[in-house]
């Protein structure tokens, strides 16, 4: 009977035989049973159904080491300690060093542009052919025409350009360009103007011609284009952002994290980053092949629950995920941050792991900050900064993968979220962790995040 309570109420210990005052992550804790939230009824094993764990033992070579500085074993407290109050000079130059060195690691070692020379086109060497062939003196018209894709009278005529001491291969008609000095400084005060950011080129058009008072084919929408695209400017996707997100307390916040996350790379700890994405039967790939005037039509999916996944991901891959039915609740997102500390006992047990996570409510539930944080180093990025979390930024492939899967059931979609987890790989992981780490000065300098 007593047993069957145990079970009832969800509770099962690893050693029932050690005490409560032991290391907490030597059993799991009680947890009630979330109205059905959970796809099987979970026993805290470390694997269950839902929950699957990748055999990716950690290699600390492929760590992101800095060169200069020592690794220690000092904990994250004495990690925050390195970064004083005041601003360091040479902090932004060890960000740079420490991305470069990454790269080397990774055998992506960037390298200065080299610009490619651009081959002459076939017209253009047809028409070298010819010059060479004035020069030797041949003024066959007839002969030349059918050695090349010239006319009689186009060689007639590049023969008398010739004889005037002009190249062939250049043109010399005088065409007027008809955007002046006056025009091109309207164009760029009208893109300076933040209330014209989403203007198009029509727009454009139809007030610089209302300004200047220009026919209306005077200046085509061509010819604007080509400047535009001259001043690096390209019609793209909005992205828009809550006005709270830059806030100077933010900002400041946003700068103690890159502070923090940096001199943890630095001092050589393992960062383990954690998250939670959803995913539901409705999503489908946007785009495909059709023919060109017709639509491009195909089956809805059928409408389903969405299904949340805990995941967490070191340099070497994903290290482990969870698939629950709905949204993720505190004792789900508690017995998953168990299971992947008694999976990575070896690791943990170094003390040198942070684990870096968002502000969700069940990251910083009563009883994951009693039972877990208490434990543990948890470290909490800044609001509105996903960008400092590199495992964002592997949730586009996933998602993406999942997709291309086409899962027809709910059954399917959880087996193929568990397959397609496997399917991210290690380089995969490390080049995102590198990305994240660009935006480490802008942080500290505090500028805008979008």
């Known amino acids: 009977?007593?047993?069957?309570?145990?079970?009832?109420?969800?509770?099962?210990?690893?050693?029932?035989?050690?005490?409560?005052?032991?290391?907490?992550?030597?059993?799991?804790?009680?947890?009630?049973?979330?109205?059905?939230?959970?796809?099987?009824?979970?026993?805290?094993?470390?694997?269950?159904?839902?929950?699957?764990?990748?055999?990716?033992?950690?290699?600390?070579?492929t760590s992101l080491e800095f060169a200069v500085q020592k690794p220690t074993t000092i904990g994250l407290e004495k990690c925050?300690?390195?970064?004083?109050?005041?601003?360091r000079k040479n902090l932004k130059e060890d960000c740079r060093n420490l991305i470069k060195i990454a790269h080397q690691i990774m055998g992506k070692e960037t390298s200065p542009p080299v610009k490619k020379e651009k081959k002459p086109s076939?017209?253009?060497?047809?028409?070298?052919?010819?010059?060479?062939?004035?020069?030797?003196g041949v003024t066959d018209f007839n002969t030349l025409a059918s050695q090349t894709k010239f006319t009689r009278q186009q060689i007639r005529n590049m023969w008398m350009k010739f004889k005037s001491d002009k190249s062939i291969l250049k043109d010399y008609r005088n065409q007027r360009n008809k955007l002046n000095e006056a025009h091109c400084q309207f164009i760029i005060e009208f893109f300076e103007n933040k209330a014209n950011f989403d203007k198009t080129i029509i727009e454009l058009h139809s007030e610089l011609r209302a300004h200047f008072m220009f026919e209306e084919g005077f200046i085509s929408f061509w010819t604007l284009y080509d400047y535009v695209h001259k001043l690096s400017l390209s019609y793209k996707k909005i992205v828009y952002k809550v006005s709270r997100a830059n806030i100077p307390s933010i900002k400041l916040?946003?700068?103690?994290?890159?502070?923090?996350?940096?001199?943890?790379?630095?001092?050589?700890?393992?960062l383990i980053y954690i998250d939670e994405i959803s995913f539901n039967l409705e999503m489908r790939l946007a785009k495909g092949w059709a023919m060109r005037g017709k639509q491009l039509n195909a089956s809805k999916p059928p409408k389903s629950k969405n299904y949340s996944v805990i995941v967490a991901m070191d340099i070497n891959g994903y290290l482990g995920v969870k698939v629950v039915?709905?949204?993720v609740k505190g004792p789900e997102f508690i017995s998953f941050m168990f299971e992947l500390c008694t999976s990575e006992r070896n690791r943990i047990s170094q003390k040198k792991t942070v684990f870096l996570m968002d502000n969700a409510s069940i990251h910083k539930s009563k009883d994951f900050m009693q039972k877990f944080a208490k434990y543990y180093t948890v470290l909490y990025n800044a609001a509105y900064t996903p960008q400092l979390n590199p495992i964002e930024f592997t949730f586009s492939k996933f998602k993406y993968l999942v997709k291309k899967a086409k899962p027809t059931s709910e059954k399917d979609l959880i087996k193929k979220i568990l397959r397609t987890a496997n399917e991210i790989s290690a380089k995969d992981c490390s080049e995102c962790i590198v990305h994240s780490l660009t935006f480490i000065e802008q942080a500290m300098d505090q500028e805008n995040f979008f």
């Open 325 to 327: 039915k709905g949204g």
């Open 253 to 270: 916040k946003r700068a103690q994290v890159a502070r923090t996350i940096l001199s943890a790379h630095l001092n050589s700890f393992d």
């Open 122 to 136: 076939l017209k253009d060497q047809q028409k070298i052919f010819l010059e060479e062939e004035f020069k030797a």
């Open 1 to 61: 009977m007593e047993i069957e309570k145990k079970k009832k109420h969800g509770i099962k210990r690893l050693n029932p035989t050690r005490s409560a005052s032991e290391d907490p992550s030597d059993y799991m804790i009680s947890m009630k049973r979330c109205k059905k939230s959970i796809i099987e009824y979970l026993t805290f094993e470390p694997v269950s159904p839902s929950t699957i764990y990748f055999s990716r033992p950690f290699n600390p070579d």
């Open 80 to 87: 925050k300690s390195y970064i004083p109050s005041i601003k």
